[in-house]
């Protein structure tokens, strides 16, 4: 300090302001020896300014192209997806990450060609062990699978290897740019300016010619399909970002595109009926991937309400598993478990020095580890009225502050709550029903229910809510649907041991029967699937009383069901 006082100390120093606050600001005559300078964050201009500035050292040392478009990319992707760290840092690792990623595929074999080589080993592998069994079909069938897996292989590589040589030309050439630039450099600090001439506008110009020349070359032999690229585009910034998030940001395939357009196809598949449930959400998908949603909000935010068993939770599980092939994928909050005051502390973290403070919360830690995720609040109903106040800034701005102070980013996420309130007086209107009077009912019944839902929620998170949904009672068609799509299942699993199960009309008429309750919607058919096909078979295939290479054949007859076989 003594030294600081009297200027024989010069001292620059750079810190966090947590790091000030903890050192500096104890010991009030160090602080006074420096003058605070504040760095603020950079806007998205300033720092695409210095991208551009830094993107010819990262060429050189990576010895591929940056577009522009790929700087403009890093920048703002990070800016919207990456919350948990600053520009211009974020935005350099991205480029950079996405420059190396490239000249790694530049020096490897492509991704392609190294699937199908170990596809052809897999395969390989699988022909030894058949011919040991002696199954001449199966091993047929191997040798013609490996034969054209093979003759793809040598086709790709001969491609390959001719782009790579007029890539490694460019690369080389641009190497003996460098050292002619630095040569004639070092000739004009000299004096030598007759060799600078010779290489300015000699060697160099030719060798700028003769890559020019390379490139056209390349160019004419990748045509549309190019096994390696060597410039950094927006594309490969996107994809990087996908990588680290999770969140799909990279350009959309068409099958993606075709995927998306008939969303309601795809959920159909799994949830029966419940149309406007469905456009809903498929709506708010689309919203997002086209990049037109709000984006200081979660992608979409929905309550549905309905008679148990119609579809709710069923359809958030199909969402998740039509956005991430795995229905898993989604953070379920059984809101049960948060009936009392304290238990509310639970979703963001425990206080300091409660039990479990280190651990963070079950909703915002999920959310942390998965951005892109389908939550879901199921039967909220039941919950403690507390946890709406925790929610109300989640809806809003798509954001949750958890126990450590970490701000949890919730603008990627689809929300769903289901509830069962007014399903007595769902049932009740919906026994009413006729052909005549069907939507009359529905409104009346729909008006009921939202009044219902105002007195027991309150009205500054319902208006935060997209859409409020209810989920009508099943019909006796949708219910034969159903049974249609369970036996399926079922169909599914006895042919993955061997076994064919065939279904005559009137057996799924006798299961649809059996299982249709409109109180208790779809649940009934699993259980009567279970007591009247299952148990059965169960017992006859334990008995070994079925022959695999036969179908087995369900008909109904009176209060039963019958196999033949």
Not at 381 to 386: S, T
């Amino acid at each position: 300090k003594p030294a600081l006082a009297r200027g024989e100390l010069r001292s620059i120093g750079a810190t966090t302001l947590d790091e000030y606050q903890k050192y500096f600001e104890k010991d009030k005559a160090l602080e006074r020896r420096f003058q605070i300078v504040q760095v603020n964050e950079p806007d998205t201009l300033s720092t695409v300014s210095i991208l551009r500035g830094l993107k010819e050292r990262y060429e050189n040392h990576h010895k591929v192209r940056i577009k522009d478009d790929a700087i403009i990319a890093a920048v703002e992707l990070s800016n919207r997806y990456i919350t948990d760290r600053f520009l211009p840092d974020k935005a350099i690792d991205l480029m950079d990450e996405a420059a190396a990623k490239l000249r790694m595929e530049v020096d490897s074999v492509p991704e392609e060609l190294d699937e199908i080589s170990r596809k052809i080993k897999q395969l390989e592998i699988e022909r030894e062990a058949i011919k040991r069994e002696r199954d001449e079909v199966k091993l047929q069938q191997l040798n013609k699978e490996i034969a054209e897996l093979k003759e793809q292989e040598n086709s790709f590589k001969a491609k390959w290897q001719s782009e790579k040589e007029l890539v490694n030309q460019i690369q080389q050439n641009k190497i003996e740019i460098e050292n002619l630039k630095f040569e004639a450099e070092k000739a004009e600090r000299e004096g030598d300016y007759g060799k600078v001439a010779e290489i300015r506008y000699g060697k160099l110009q030719a060798l700028n010619k003769e890559i020019e020349d390379t490139q056209r070359k390349l160019h004419e032999m990748q045509g549309d399909s190019a096994m390696i690229k060597e410039e950094v585009d927006a594309e490969d910034i996107a994809d990087v970002v996908s990588r680290w998030t999770g969140i799909p940001v990279s350009k959309m395939l068409q099958s993606e595109k075709d995927k998306l357009l008939n969303l309601e196809e795809e959920l159909h598949q799994r949830v029966i009926g419940q149309d406007e449930a469905i456009e809903a959400v498929s709506d708010a998908v689309r919203r997002s991937r086209a990049g037109l949603q709000d984006p200081k909000r979660p992608i979409g935010s929905f309550i549905f309400l309905g008679t148990t068993g119609v579809g709710k939770t069923e359809l958030a599980k199909a969402l998740a598993e039509f956005l991430f092939d795995d229905e898993t994928m989604m953070t379920r909050i059984d809101m049960s478990e948060y009936q009392e005051k304290h238990s509310v502390s639970r979703l963001v973290g425990a206080p300091p020095g409660y039990v479990g403070y280190d651990e963070g919360g079950q909703l915002t830690e999920a959310i942390r580890r998965k951005p892109y995720s389908v939550v879901l609040f199921d039967e909220i109903e039941k919950a403690h009225p507390d946890v709406f106040n925790i929610l109300l800034q989640v809806l809003d701005d798509g954001r949750l502050t958890d126990n450590k102070g970490r701000v949890v980013n919730f603008k990627n996420t689809i929300i769903i709550m289901t509830s069962n309130m007014g399903s007595s007086y769902i049932q009740s209107q919906m026994e009413k029903l006729n052909s005549g009077n069907k939507e009359a009912i529905v409104e009346e019944t729909k008006r009921e229910v939202m009044n219902m839902l105002k007195k027991s929620i309150r009205p500054e998170f319902l208006n935060r809510i997209d859409e409020t949904i209810m989920f009508l009672p099943l019909t006796e068609k949708e219910i034969r649907q159903i049974v249609l799509l369970q036996i399926g299942s079922v169909q599914k699993m006895l042919a993955g041991n061997g076994v064919n199960l065939e279904l005559t009309n009137e057996a799924i008429e006798f299961i649809a029967k059996a299982g249709y309750d409109p109180e208790f919607g779809a649940r009934p058919v699993k259980r009567a699937i279970q007591r009247y096909l299952l148990n059965d078979l169960s017992k006859k295939m334990l008995a070994q009383d079925v022959d695999r290479n036969k179908p087995i054949i369900v008909d109904s007859f009176g209060e039963s069901l019958v196999f033949r076989n």
